[in-house]
């Protein structure tokens, strides 16, 4: 008979976990003992400390030649050689550029230019025409 009641029990507080009602006293299931409720957590961290994010842009020199270049989009692409600030190989690679960055040079332009790095991503901040 006391099987029976313990059965019943369990029963109706899996049916009480089903329908989306919260247990009264969570459980730390490392230690099996009742967490405090000051260490729920909510889901409100907007007063909490946050380191300041690190500046992770990189200012780098790189010469090359203009292989196209997209105004509607805004981007350039080179065919640069080594930068060694990035630690890029040469290569060929598409970046962000102002409209007086793409105004100032066409296809086939040899050139040497100013970069902006944000992790691998760049944008060509000035450029030169090589005589």
């Given at each position: 008979?006391?099987?029976?009641?313990?059965?019943?029990?369990?029963?109706?507080?899996?049916?009480?976990?089903?329908c989306g009602k919260k247990a009264e006293t969570p459980v730390a299931a490392e230690t099996n003992q009742a967490v405090p409720a000051t260490a729920a957590m909510s889901g409100d961290m907007g007063n909490m400390a946050m380191a300041p994010a690190a500046s992770t842009a990189i200012?780098?020199?790189g010469h090359g030649t203009v292989t196209a270049i997209d105004k509607t989009a805004g981007m350039i692409t080179l065919n640069h050689g080594a930068i060694p600030e990035a630690k890029w190989p040469a290569m060929t690679m598409a970046f962000k550029a102002a409209p007086t960055i793409t105004d100032a040079?066409?296809?086939?332009?040899?050139?040497?230019?100013d970069l902006t790095l944000v992790g691998s991503a760049g944008e060509v901040t000035a450029i030169q025409k090589k005589p």
């Open positions: 008979m006391h099987y029976a009641r313990l059965t019943i029990a369990l029963g109706l507080a899996a049916l009480t976990a089903a200012k780098a020199k040079v066409k296809v086939g332009d040899k050139v040497d230019f």
